[in-house]
């Protein structure tokens, strides 16, 4: 069982651990001689490490792998950095791969169990039948539980689409309840229907990337044919409804320079798109401002999703 996780690595401290291989990169110093310039990775973050006079080890391991790493810990430049010492590939028998993988803090299975229980609560029409039909096939349900909302920028951890569609079907009752003439029920759906696709985008069993489909078609296309052929199977669904939630899936990155064949046309896909961004960026602050809470300062570094440094207040 793994004992020593990236969040308890003091520098100074010698570790004797495992991690997955998540970045390997064979690099010459500027005195002429080879180095491994690695990245490693578990549940609770990330932390890059240096094999030095690399030659002298086999290089039995690449990326992706589960290794045993010793060295000691170093604080290069404000940051964490591994000096390794020895490093190689080990069984995977009795390992729990989820120790490796950033996963979210809440419970997927409850968080799954509210949002089907909020989709009963949908009028008995079409569009409930459709969601329904969704969520309850448990070939999606499983892996709607534990694909991440992204690779890199927002929610990138197991359950992280759930636990953003979480929020979004909250956020949509409030925003519904401030504009009481929006569609609820089209808004509901929308929030859970846009990114099913993620879940043959990226892939998540070993790291966070994108599959060979999910690089050719993206998942908006992947996600309107899903949900296309959840419609079809539906005896007279309607065609005008139809059409609107293909446009909110199609629609929802808001503009055409952000990968949305469409721009919002009609209220209720303005509102999916704007709740969208809105929970992806503050998500997005938030990881920022926990991954560099030690980092000495008044600003962040860059943060890839908003191009951007931001703002540490005093609270954070």
């Given at each position: 069982m793994k004992q020593t996780f990236v969040d308890g690595l003091k520098p100074g401290q010698p570790f004797d651990t495992t991690f997955l291989l998540q970045g390997k990169e064979r690099r010459t110093a500027r005195n002429g001689k080879a180095y491994l310039d690695l990245e490693f990775r578990d549940t609770t973050g990330v932390v890059r490490g240096k094999l030095w006079d690399c030659d002298r080890l086999k290089s039995d391991?690449?990326?992706?792998?589960?290794?045993?790493?010793?060295?000691?810990?170093?604080?290069?430049?404000?940051?964490?950095?591994?000096?390794?010492?020895?490093?190689?590939?080990?069984?995977?028998?009795?390992?729990?791969?989820?120790?490796?993988?950033?996963?979210?803090?809440?419970?997927?299975?409850?968080?799954?169990?509210?949002?089907?229980?909020?989709?009963?609560?949908?009028?008995?029409?079409?569009?409930?039948?459709?969601?329904?039909?969704?969520?309850?096939?448990?070939?999606?349900?499983?892996?709607?539980?534990?694909?991440?909302?992204?690779?890199?920028?927002?929610?990138?951890?197991?359950?992280?689409?759930?636990?953003?569609?979480?929020?979004?079907?909250?956020?949509?009752?409030?925003?519904?309840?401030?504009?009481?003439?929006?569609?609820?029920?089209?808004?509901?759906?929308?929030?859970?229907?846009?990114?099913?696709?993620?879940?043959?985008?990226?892939?998540?069993?070993?790291?966070?990337?994108?599959?060979?489909?999910?690089?050719?078609?993206?998942?908006?296309?992947?996600?309107?044919?899903i949900v296309s052929e959840k419609m079809a199977d539906i005896p007279d669904f309607p065609a005008d409804l139809k059409d609107r939630i293909e446009h909110i899936i199609l629609s929802h990155h808001g503009k055409l320079e952000f990968g949305s064949p469409k721009e919002p046309m009609f209220p209720e896909a303005l509102a999916v798109s704007c709740l969208d961004e809105l929970d992806s960026k503050l998500e997005s602050m938030r990881a920022q401002y926990e991954m560099e809470k030690n980092r000495p300062g008044e600003w962040t570094g860059r943060n890839r999703a908003l191009g951007r440094e931001l703002l540490k207040t005093s609270d954070r």
């Open positions: 391991f690449e990326v992706d792998d589960i290794v045993r790493v010793t060295g000691s810990v170093e604080n290069y430049l404000g940051a964490l950095q591994l000096s390794v010492g020895g490093i190689s590939r080990v069984a995977e028998d009795g390992l729990d791969l989820l120790d490796y993988l950033p996963r979210t803090t809440q419970d997927p299975e409850q968080m799954y169990a509210a949002l089907v229980e909020r989709i009963g609560q949908v009028p008995e029409d079409p569009l409930r039948q459709l969601l329904l039909s969704v969520m309850g096939d448990s070939a999606i349900a499983e892996k709607y539980k534990l694909v991440p909302a992204a690779a890199t920028l927002h929610h990138a951890f197991l359950g992280g689409l759930l636990e953003h569609v979480s929020s979004l079907w909250r956020l949509g009752d409030a925003l519904c309840d401030h504009y009481p003439w929006l569609d609820r029920s089209l808004v509901l759906a929308g929030v859970v229907l846009h990114d099913v696709g993620k879940m043959e985008e990226l892939r998540f069993d070993r790291s966070f990337r994108y599959s060979t489909r999910g690089q050719l078609l993206g998942h908006i296309s992947i996600g309107l044919g």
